[in-house]
């Protein structure tokens, strides 16, 4: 319009005579004014007794609100950009279940003539401009249009929220000494410039400290089990075997919270290759030279002379090589059946004698009891080469004085502060890492500082996620969710009565319930569990120290409790008569207090009844009729309406993608009847952009479904099998071919409408 010559020229005609005076008709221009003032007071009033009758009488469910009052929180104002493009796509009925995470279908081109046809569907066009407006703030500039719409992963989402909580500022009394500790911890990490001072100078000290090393004079000839037994429980570094604290897998299991203490392989610095005709492993020998260099780099930036580096570095790999002979993958163990074996500790150290394994395991658990009547998990076919294998190399080594097994672990304990020592040392790390496979890129270093801070204060930053953002609202959600699963389970057509019996009483007698008993803690609670700790707000070498000692801690708790912190959890575990629900995932954007509940149930709904089906029902396709039947049904569905073969084709459901999509169709199904139950709770709901409460949930459900995997079509098609006939879809959701073979509502679980 502003480009028509004619149209422009009457537009400057009309401002130039208004722009002149005219008193004559000041008058009658005021009568004028007046009387269209009264008439549109009266039309206004009018208008809202209408409106205000037919927000009594309509269904809530379809009505339409005014957006949230609660946009001055950051986490907010993003995800209310966020949802807004993913809403836009279902103005055009008929091609938006071709939204393709961030392409195709969702792509943002016609972005801004979508929110117009909203804004003028709605009359709301200053709301959509702030939300536009919002978007674009917080959202990064530079993004191509699918990163602009795409969500972030749920990892991804937990770290920038535990990042956002260390590096708030301190506000006064309310922060607790356990969470100073914390933000201090994380703010020595992430000065890079500390570590660069001091060079390799702490390593040296600490090594002093432990009766030095064969690689250099001092060497004081400590006892082997001492060295290994103070490694384990002070530095976390576990040189010859790991050791984990684990429930015994097994559904008879199900209603213990016993733990045990499982001793397994180690974590070898090089790749292993597994030859599956002799069922051996060896070292790949590829990747021999580049770590027998990394070993010499190591040793030069510890100052040591070259001409000593040879022979020990050699010895270094050749002992590594040969311990990785036993090493077998899961699979194979487990179909040997040899997966752990369980014994006592007396019984342990009859058939691996070469570790004292009562002392080192007390000192790991300490001060927990441990005897050698305990039973433990045992990985026994490696354990029992690992101890051949040290009394074989103590024999042949003891008269020469090399000492190789000492140096052994004191490369192991080298590996594990390398994170705390100067540069130099984790690019030698790196560029070993890039010569044996790894592309991936470097991680940024305040994601390395995130994950070591939750290594050490994990009870405290789980008790921070809790309290900013998943208290009773989060408990809710899980109650609701879980309700709606098992209604959904007891109308599936079982295959036969026992998985029918079995599995429902599985369900039935499961606790669901947000994150572990030990985690609500006090903050006088908090700050006892941390009391021992003292950082140096310069010397992060030594905070590091601390925060392996702080790992040690966990360790016990977890044996002693029985249950664990969440950690960087993003998905639910099994724990005795508990589902655990890691409060990890409730974090922005995929979960707000302040978020319209249909937000809240459309994304992180959904994603939790998705994961408790993969959880509980693994192979539900072996045990009920129903996924193979609607899972064929939706293929037809979407065939009918995709008839194009050039753009779609035909396509068969394999059974793992028919297992899928039942699952992920029942979370849509089971999301959508737990937020009704809230709703009816709650019908106060606010909303976005004007939008009814089922139009926002299902908008929401469609943008975080992206990390679906199996799924033969987009996820965002479920969404039109479930409305092709459903009274409560917003009308413009409508798009169903009537040449369709199987109707829609044979594809939805009629007990859940």
């Not at 709301?124 to 674009?136: P, Y």
């Not at 006088?524 to 021992?532: F, K, P, Q, V, W």
């Not at 849509?668 to 019908?683: C, E, G």
């Not at 369709?740 to 859940?752: A, I, V, Y």
Request: proline share 5%.
């Amino acid at each position: 319009m502003d480009n028509n010559p004619t149209v422009h020229q009457k537009m400057v005609t009309t401002s130039e005579e208004q722009s002149q005076p005219n008193p004559e008709g000041c008058y009658k221009n005021r009568r004028l004014l007046l009387v269209v003032l009264s008439f549109s007071l009266f039309a206004a009033a009018l208008g809202l007794g209408v409106y205000s009758h037919l927000q009594k009488t309509a269904d809530p469910w379809m009505s339409q609100r005014k957006s949230s009052t609660n946009l001055a929180t950051m986490n907010y104002s993003r995800t209310y950009g966020r949802v807004l493009t993913v809403l836009t796509f279902f103005c055009c009925p008929c091609d938006y279940f071709l939204f393709a995470c961030g392409t195709g279908g969702s792509s943002t081109s016609n972005l801004g003539h979508r929110v117009k046809l909203i804004s003028n569907e709605e009359n709301e066009e200053l709301d959509t401009k702030r939300e536009v407006r919002m978007r674009r703030e917080t959202d990064v500039q530079g993004k191509s249009d699918a990163q602009l719409v795409k969500f972030p992963d749920r990892k991804t989402a937990l770290v920038k929220t535990i990042k956002e909580i260390l590096e708030a500022p301190e506000e006064g009394a309310s922060i607790s000494a356990a969470e100073q500790k914390a933000k201090k911890y994380f703010k020595t990490c992430t000065d890079a410039e500390s570590p660069e001072k001091v060079g390799s100078k702490p390593f040296l000290t600490l090594l002093q400290q432990l009766g030095g090393w064969p690689v250099s004079n001092g060497w004081s000839q400590t006892d082997f089990n001492t060295t290994l037994a103070l490694l384990m429980s002070q530095y976390s570094t576990f040189p010859f075997f790991s050791v984990y604290v684990v429930s015994e897998p097994g559904e008879e299991q199900m209603a213990s919270d016993q733990h045990y203490i499982k001793i397994d392989e180690p974590h070898f610095q090089f790749p292993i290759d597994w030859n599956s005709k002799t069922q051996k492993s060896k070292a790949s020998s590829q990747y021999l030279r580049p770590f027998y260099m990394s070993c010499c780099q190591y040793l030069e930036l510890l100052g040591v002379p070259s001409n000593e580096t040879t022979q020990h570095c050699g010895l270094y790999v050749s002992l590594a090589t040969t311990l990785a002979l036993a090493m077998t993958p899961v699979h194979y163990r487990f179909s040997q059946e040899l997966l752990y074996n369980r014994y006592t500790i007396q019984e342990l150290q009859t058939l691996a004698p070469a570790i004292d394994w009562l002392a080192c395991l007390q000192a790991i658990f300490q001060p927990l009891p441990i005897s050698q009547s305990d039973l433990v998990l045992v990985n026994l076919p490696y354990i029992i080469h690992m101890s051949q294998t040290i009394s074989k190399w103590q024999i042949l080594h003891e008269m020469m004085g090399t000492g190789p097994l000492h140096t052994y672990m004191i490369f192991s304990l080298l590996h594990t502060l390398v994170p705390a020592l100067d540069s130099r040392f984790f690019q030698t790390m790196r560029n070993f890492s890039i010569a044996s496979g790894d592309t991936q890129e470097e991680m940024p270093r305040w994601l390395r500082c995130v994950q070591q801070t939750e290594r050490g204060f994990d009870t405290l930053l789980i008790h921070a996620i809790r309290q900013r953002h998943a208290q009773k609202e989060a408990e809710e959600l899980i109650h609701d969710v879980y309700s709606s699963l098992e209604k959904k389970l007891t109308d599936l057509i079982w295959r036969d009565d026992r998985s029918s019996a079995f599995i429902l009483k599985k369900i039935k007698s499961i606790n669901p319930r947000l994150s572990a008993k030990t985690n609500n803690l006090s903050h006088a609670e908090l700050n006892h569990l941390y009391e021992e700790v003292v950082l140096n707000e310069e010397d992060f070498f030594t905070n590091y120290l601390q925060m392996l000692v702080l790992e040690q801690k966990s360790r016990s708790r977890l044996l002693s409790h029985g249950t664990q912190t969440d950690g960087l959890s993003i998905t639910p575990s099994i724990s005795g008569n508990d589902v655990i629900i890691p409060v990890g995932m409730f974090v922005s954007p995929f979960f707000h207090s302040s978020y319209p509940r249909a937000v809240n149930y459309g994304t992180l709904g959904s994603l939790i009844a998705k994961d408790l089906l993969h959880l509980l029902l693994p192979d539900i396709h072996t045990q009920a009729n129903n996924p193979e039947s609607e899972s064929m049904c939706i293929r037809s569905h979407y065939q009918s309406v995709t008839k194009d073969p050039g753009r779609v084709g035909t396509f068969s459901l394999s059974s793992s993608q028919q297992q899928e999509v039942w699952v992920q169709f029942s979370a849509l199904q089971v999301a959508l009847d737990a937020y009704k139950k809230s709703f009816t709770r709650h019908p106060e709901d606010s909303s976005l952009s004007g939008l009814s409460y089922i139009h926002l949930f299902l908008s929401s459900f469609t943008k975080v479904t992206c990390d679906a995997e199996f799924m033969p079509f987009e996820p965002s098609f479920l969404v039109t099998v479930l409305c092709s006939n459903s009274r409560f879809c917003p009308e413009p959701l409508s798009c169903v071919n009537k040449s369709q073979n199987h109707p829609s509502e044979m594809c939805q679980s009629q007990t859940l409408h």
